[in-house]
């Protein structure tokens, strides 16, 4: 019979008996986090931090064990709870770190269990507030009612923000606010804040709908020759004048048209 090694040191199992004798394991790891983040220039610092804990785990510390695993967990050489590279670290090298799921774990149409047999995937980018673009992906399920009084209905496919039956999309007001990210179909999605922060845009500043003509195509192809006079003035119903660039073809020999030929010289 082979003789198993573990890998924790004998001394290193004997201190965390220790610990865990005083400490339940989440009231030792919100300590050490709580160090991370108090100030060390408190001069009550170990006051404060035992009242915290006290207050948060509704039991009487002392003042001494706090004292003791705040010294331990800051020298060099004590146990390392902690690894140095966190999930997200290791998430975002693998692109792996979003993973955007379906907003219910029921069908919302016959209300059966959706299970793993039930999923796919698509690669999406993910779009940051702060500009970043992130790969990630959004898995959905896909349930043919079977066994239900609804196996006559389309599939009804479910979103991390929606679900689809045939052409038809459904949002719902528990769908788009279940996460912090936002999808609406295709290869993209969204950080919520982002579309929040675009939104106050548009109702309270210069980028208002109230105060700005968005133009969603302006972009004048090489398609054809155009042209040149850039300050033609014209009415709509909703705007008394915008300022447009002329889009008829200039006159042979010339970047002007034949009503703009005044500007030629």
Not at 86 to 111: E, I, W
């Amino acid at each position: 019979m082979s003789h198993y090694v573990g890998r924790t040191q004998t001394r290193d199992i004997q201190l965390l008996i220790e610990l865990y004798s005083i400490f339940q394991p989440h009231e030792l790891h919100f300590l050490i986090e709580l160090n991370k983040r108090w100030s060390i220039y408190d001069p009550n610092r170990i006051q404060n931090m035992t009242a915290v804990l006290q207050h948060t785990f509704a039991f009487e510390y002392k003042e001494s064990d706090i004292q003791y695993v705040i010294k331990y967990f800051s020298s060099s050489d004590s146990i390392q709870l902690f690894p140095s590279i966190t999930v997200d670290m290791v998430l975002t090298k693998l692109d792996q770190a979003f993973h955007l799921n379906p907003y219910q774990s029921t069908c919302p149409v016959c209300s059966s269990m959706l299970n793993v047999d039930m999923t796919d995937v698509i690669s999406v980018q993910l779009h940051t507030l702060k500009g970043a673009i992130h790969k990630g992906k959004v898995f959905f399920v896909s349930c043919k009612h079977t066994n239900t009084s609804f196996y006559m209905h389309p599939i009804a496919y479910v979103y991390p923000n929606f679900f689809r039956q045939k052409n038809m999309i459904t949002f719902t007001s528990e769908s788009l606010q279940k996460y912090d990210t936002i999808y609406l179909g295709s290869k993209y999605a969204f950080e919520r804040a982002l579309i929040e922060n675009y939104t106050c845009q548009l109702i309270s500043s210069a980028s208002s709908w109230q105060n700005q003509c968005i133009i969603i195509d302006g972009h004048q192809k090489c398609r054809r020759r155009v042209c040149r006079a850039k300050n033609v003035q014209v009415a709509t119903q909703e705007f008394a004048s915008l300022t447009v660039g002329c889009c008829r073809t200039p006159n042979i020999g010339s970047h002007f048209c034949a009503i703009h030929q005044n500007l030629a010289e």
